[in-house]
């Protein structure tokens, strides 16, 4: 029997589009997570509504892996451009990902005040030496060749903006301030920001079970490109082309 392939979006309006295009469809709740078991074009697929932010799309990811036993993950949904070279609708194939909300700040005394701008040791929240105290590193999950080329194999078939590969960060943070956004894409080499890929990474990457994260620019403060709720199903009807690809190349 094949194992599924699991495809996560946080929101209503990342995920329920692809549950829909699913066939002989179960669903399934565990805690506050959701699962749509069925097929697509004959394969196996799980669509999993993962929740908004780190924590919940850990929670999720390691559900889904011990209940499911997933051949792979792909993690989608919209995204904050840190790229004035992108636009609203263009998709990001994410090399790697990075967690952008895990840092060391420096030591400033009482009404010294705080500066973002100056926290640029990175903590490493997986790190080879679990008796550093002080796991100083920008870690970079980098994702599964077969799923990256299964999605550059067809990228070809959007027509709805360009797709691009690069860094994609996470954090339990909206950024707002383009000094920070510029902050991150220079020290942490981001394109664009979510709230889930990193954790999801960083779970898939402990049971060894392939990932890809892949987001759609849903909105770009640094050129002044604001939010299109379109953009979420323009990349769920790609994310299905790459998972069938994948699959048809196992």
Same mark, same amino acid.
């Given at each position: 029997m094949r194992q599924p392939l699991i495809i996560q979006?946080?929101?209503? /309006?990342?995920?329920?589009?692809?549950?829909?295009?699913?066939?002989? /469809?179960?669903?399934?709740? /565990?805690? @506050?997570?959701? +699962?749509?078991?069925?097929?697509?074009?004959?394969f196996p697929i799980i669509i999993s509504k993962t929740r908004m932010g780190m924590t919940n799309s850990a929670a999720a990811t390691a559900i889904a892996i011990l209940k499911y036993q997933p051949c792979a993950i792909i993690n989608q949904g919209t995204s904050g451009g840190h790229d004035p070279a992108l636009n609203v609708f263009d998709i990001v194939l994410g090399q790697a990902v990075c967690n952008i909300g895990a840092f060391k700040t420096p030591k400033r005394q009482q009404g010294e005040g705080s500066d973002s701008l100056t926290w640029v040791e990175a903590f490493d929240v997986l790190p080879e030496d679990e008796t550093d105290p002080e796991p100083i590193a920008i870690r970079h999950f980098l994702a599964d060749e077969g799923l990256l080329s299964a999605a550059q194999y067809i990228k070809a078939s959007y027509t709805q903006g360009?797709?691009?590969? @690069?860094?994609?960060?996470?954090?339990? /943070?909206?950024?707002?301030?383009?000094?920070?956004?510029? +902050? +991150?894409?220079?020290?942490?080499?981001?394109?664009?920001?979510?709230?889930e890929g990193a954790s999801v990474a960083q779970v898939a990457t402990q049971f060894n079970v392939p990932f890809l994260a892949l987001r759609v620019v849903s909105n770009n403060l640094t050129n002044q490109q604001g939010y299109d709720a379109a953009t979420g199903q323009a990349c769920q009807d790609f994310v299905f082309k790459v998972a069938y690809q994948y699959l048809m190349q196992l």
């Open positions: 979006g946080a929101l209503p /309006v990342e995920c329920e589009h692809l549950a829909s295009q699913l066939t002989d /469809v179960e669903k399934e709740t /565990v805690g @506050g997570w959701v +699962f749509w078991k069925g097929l697509y074009q004959g360009k797709v691009v590969e @690069g860094i994609i960060g996470s954090a339990d /943070v909206w950024n707002n301030e383009l000094d920070r956004i510029a +902050f +991150f894409r220079e020290t942490y080499g981001t394109v664009t920001e979510e709230m």
